[in-house]
């Protein structure tokens, strides 16, 4: 069937969509959600249909603004049903609880970079690691496709990584403190970061608060002759382009597998030419790994996988029992950082950054074995690790000079405090996560929480346990309601709840 077509501007953003009149969708056979071929001057495309029986008038094919590049308003198109691609199939076994093939894994990841799946069907495969898991082999089959279906860099020099799993509200600060640590160490260290998941603040949304993230592949090359280390985001690059999209599905769903966050880092690592990579695995109550058992299971897996891909992986566990720091939040995290590496900042953030980096330093060679830590400690002591990250904060196109005190912060703020005498007997991840995402984080940089306490602290009442940011005042209402229904802080002799309500 010859269609017209209209150009429609609505974005879609993941897979390609089109929309067809009801009689015209009729006459192909085609449902909702069905697979159409058009073929037009540049080739010919596979797109998913949504029909209508007025937004598009029959004799018209919509067109979505991410296929608007292959066709113009008025052209002609033939049009006709496709079937569904075999990668459904093989999401439909995985769903199944079946073990899948390289081939299988490869398709699935090639019909995703090439938009031929929809999120149904992407979500679905999200799913079925979550709830059916994947072997060793499997991962590595999904990792090794991850990267085969993207662009790889080398470097001339031997490249190290760090990554953390994450899941610890104000663990995305670390990074700003150890990666110019590593890098005044002489290490390369060239870390690309992702944004939030379920996370209040991704590395690369902390950085951004400091300087550009979004570089190309040429960009980076020429980053690399300028400064040992930089930390940029992995999203514009097209390395293992496949992650960037599932990332996507992974936000909408707040789900992410731990097969698919394996295959996600080390794909990730090997497009960007590491060899060598540290894995922090944050380890507590309310973290992504709760208990010493599951981080050792997890650390073996990712040592499994990343010896049959060809990398060298050493896991640091570290301690995710409550927050890192006492900021929670993109700009508060990048003054936090900032604060630390003039000397100041927490005591959980400063040791859990040259505790990591110096794994990184004996990896290298650039410290004895079992000194890395001393070695990192006086790097950052020494103002070393301050001066790199200005030469880094330059270079990526920021103001090398920026104070902790000149980064702006949400417009409104409420002080929550303590209503009893008493010790903190509890910090809750996951309160303050939630808490901290409806005041608007990471998306409001200037949104999250500053914490003036954690587990352990004396405090007296009327103390301020907390102060919530946002620049917007009904999020931070919201964010400010959720403390009383959460209780993400409690004290010994606090008055959880009444019950009844009423009597």
């Not at 093989?90 to 769903?95: A, F, H, P, T, V």
């Not at 939030?196 to 002759?225: N, W």
């Not at 500053?450 to 007296?460: I, P, S, W």
């Amino acid at each position: 069937m010859k269609l017209k077509v209209k150009l429609i501007d609505i974005a879609v953003g993941l897979g390609r969509y089109v929309v067809i009149n009801e009689e015209d969708a009729k006459e192909l056979s085609i449902k909702y959600h069905d697979r159409i071929t058009f073929k037009h001057g540049k080739g010919v495309s596979t797109a998913i249909a949504f029909i209508t029986s007025s937004l598009i008038p029959k004799g018209y094919i919509g067109i979505t603004k991410d296929l608007q590049y292959l066709v113009s308003e008025g052209e002609e198109v033939d049009v006709m049903p496709a079937r569904p691609p075999e990668s459904t199939k093989y999401i439909r076994q995985k769903l199944k609880g079946e073990k899948l093939t390289e081939d299988q894994i490869f398709t699935i990841i090639r019909d995703i970079v090439n938009f031929n799946l929809s999120e149904i069907e992407m979500a679905s495969f999200i799913l079925a690691q979550e709830l059916r898991g994947m072997s060793i082999d499997e991962v590595v089959y999904l990792t090794k496709a991850m990267v085969e279906t993207g662009k790889r860099l080398k470097f001339p020099e031997p490249t190290y990584d760090v990554h953390s799993i994450g899941g610890v509200p104000g663990n995305s600060k670390v990074s700003l403190v150890m990666i110019p640590t590593i890098a005044a160490a002489g290490v390369f260290i060239p870390k690309t970061s992702s944004r939030a998941i379920t996370s209040p603040a991704g590395t690369a949304d902390t950085m951004e608060v400091l300087a550009r993230v979004d570089f190309t592949i040429e960009e980076i090359k020429e980053l690399a002759k300028k400064v040992n280390g930089f930390i940029v985001w992995g999203g514009r690059l097209n390395l293992a382009p496949a992650d960037d999209i599932l990332i996507r599905v992974e936000h909408v769903l707040r789900v992410d597998p731990r097969t698919q966050m394996i295959a996600s880092i080390l794909s990730k690592k090997l497009a960007m030419g590491a060899e060598s990579v540290v894995i922090d695995i944050p380890t507590g109550e309310g973290a992504k790994v709760r208990t010493m058992e599951e981080a050792r299971e997890l650390a073996s897996q990712f040592i499994q996988v990343g010896s049959k891909v060809g990398l060298k992986i050493r896991c640091a566990i570290t301690y995710g029992g409550q927050p890192i720091g006492y900021t929670i939040g993109p700009a508060l995290e990048a003054k936090e950082a900032l604060e630390a590496l003039r000397g100041g900042g927490a005591m959980s953030l400063v040791e859990k950054a040259v505790s990591v980096a110096g794994m990184v330093l004996e990896l290298a060679g650039a410290a004895p074995k079992g000194a890395g830590y001393e070695v990192a400690k006086d790097i950052l002591r020494s103002g070393k690790s301050l001066e790199m990250m200005k030469r880094i904060i330059e270079a990526q196109g920021g103001n090398p000079n920026v104070k902790p005190e000149d980064i702006p912060i949400g417009k409104y703020h409420a002080h929550i405090e303590s209503p009893v005498d008493g010790y903190v007997t509890h910090v809750s991840n996951e309160g303050l996560t939630i808490m901290a995402r409806t005041a608007g984080a990471p998306f409001d940089k200037g949104a999250g929480i500053r914490l003036y306490v954690k587990r352990g602290h004396k405090v007296k009442k009327g103390d301020k346990l907390l102060t919530i940011y946002s620049n917007s005042s009904v999020k931070l209402n919201e964010a400010l309601k959720l403390f009383y229904k959460l209780r993400p802080i409690v004290l010994e002799g606090m008055l959880l709840e009444k019950f009844p309500e009423e009597y």
